[in-house]
Structures are given as C-alpha cells and as structure tokens.
Antibody
Framework: EVQLVQSGAEVKKPGESLRISCKGS????????ITWVRQMPGRGLEWMGR????????NYNPSFQGHVTVSVDKSISTAYLQWSSLKASDTAIYYC???????????WGQGTLVTVSS | QTVVTQEPSFSVSPGGTVTLTCGLR?????????PSWLQQTPGQAPRTLIY???TRSSGVPDRFSGSILGNKATLTITGAQADDASDYYC??????????FGGGTKLTVL
C-alpha cells in the first residue's frame, strides 16, 4: 500500500527555521516526483514545488522560490520542506503528494499544520 | 501570472446533476494541461477524483466524470449525493514542471 506520512504539527516564532518531512512507503520512492502544496487557513490549494527523489532536481512556483527549500534523503525515502526564517504568513497546512504518471497527484500525505506566531 | 478560474460556489439538489468548470483567465484549457479534479472535505487531505482530463481514480464512483467542453475542463456529478458536498479543486499542468490550482468550488447539496 502506497503511503505518504508527514511529520507532526509545529508551532514556531517568526524568524525561526523549520523543516517538515514526508516519508514514502509501499513503492519505489525514487521513481515518482514528490510535490508540496500549501493551504492557508480557510483558503485554497497552492502548488509550491516538486522534487525528483532520484537526483534531487527541483521545480518551484515562482511565488515560493527563495523562501522555501525542497530536499530529499532517498536513503530513508523522505522528502523535506524547509524554511530558514518563518513569517506569520507561513501559517498553513502543508501537504505532500506523489506525482502520478499523468501529471496528476495520486497519493497525498495527511498534512502538517505549521503555526507561526509570536 | 497564470490564473485558473473556478466558480466560487455551486448548489445542487440531491439526485441532481451539476457541472463545475475550470478555465484559464487567458487562453483555453486543453488535454495538454492534463486537468485533474480533487475533492476536499473539511479537515481532510485532498483526494484526486479525476486525472488526465477524464480518468477516474481507483474507487471513485462513476457518477463523477471529467471532460473538456469548449475552452474549459469540466467535472460533472450525475445523481449528486449528500456526501458529495465538498470543496472541489482543479489543477492544470502548465509545462516546465509547473502546476497551478484553481481557487476551488464549494459545492452544497440541498
């Protein structure tokens, strides 16, 4: 069974750094890209970026590039989304999803709630 | 900046049929955008209902169907049920490894 399991909820202060994770199982982790999606409170879904776990090649939404970094440790089948300096506006639920064969997102993680507040 | 358009809200009666649309503020949606439709209920992660324009994901009832009509992608629910009340998002592949989500449609069944 394919699963993407994300790390737990985080509460951080503005300016702090953070890394959240997404662990894949039940399939060959390096064979499918991993995408990250943001959902701010009461708002819609936003595509942030994606990573190829086989070679760590990335694509970013220009709106997020430079503010977040997507990485992967293929030895433990885990993708990461990280911030070096959080802002209050980063408060959101972050989802990882596996890219399917037809430019779709076929499996989703359960989401990680990130709260940034002073 | 690419903007994907969806109706903010829609209402359908139980047993009725509803068609949600997904367009581009500039241009037409085609199969080359590989449109997908996602369903999200409150507090839950999204799940993909339709991908590659008209392919249902495993386990999705056949009352959900996707197509391209004119210059938009569409999601049609035939014989709506109470538990179809959800937020529905379309997402388009824009090429060069970039996707854009629509703003979502809140569907009410009553």
């Amino acid at each position: 069974e394919v699963q993407l399991v994300q790390s737990g909820a985080e509460v951080k202060k503005p300016g702090e750094s953070l890394r959240i994770s997404c662990k894949g199982s039940g399939y060959s982790f390096t064979s499918q890209w991993i995408t990250w999606v943001r959902q701010m409170p009461g708002r819609g879904l936003e595509w942030m970026g994606r990573i190829d776990p086989s070679d760590s090649f990335t694509n970013y939404n220009p709106s997020f590039q430079g503010h977040v970094t997507v990485s992967v440790d293929k030895s433990i089948s885990t993708a990461y989304l990280q911030w070096s300096s959080l802002k209050a506006s980063d408060t959101a639920i972050y989802y990882c999803a596996r890219q399917g064969d037809y430019y779709d997102f076929d499996y989703w993680g359960q989401g990680t709630l990130v709260t940034v507040s002073s | 900046q690419t903007v994907v358009t969806q109706e903010p809200s829609f209402s359908v009666s139980p047993g009725g049929t509803v068609t949600l649309t997904c367009g581009l503020r500039s241009g037409s949606v085609s199969t080359s955008h590989y449109p997908s439709w996602l369903q999200q209920t409150p507090g839950q992660a999204p799940r993909t209902l339709i991908y590659n324009t008209n392919t249902r994901s495993s386990g999705v009832p056949d009352r959900f169907s996707g197509s391209i009509l004119g210059n938009k992608a569409t999601l049609t629910i035939t014989g709506a049920q109470a538990d179809d009340a959800s937020d529905y998002y379309c997402v388009l592949y824009m090429g060069s490894g970039i996707w854009v989500f629509g703003g979502g449609t809140k569907l009410t069944v009553l």
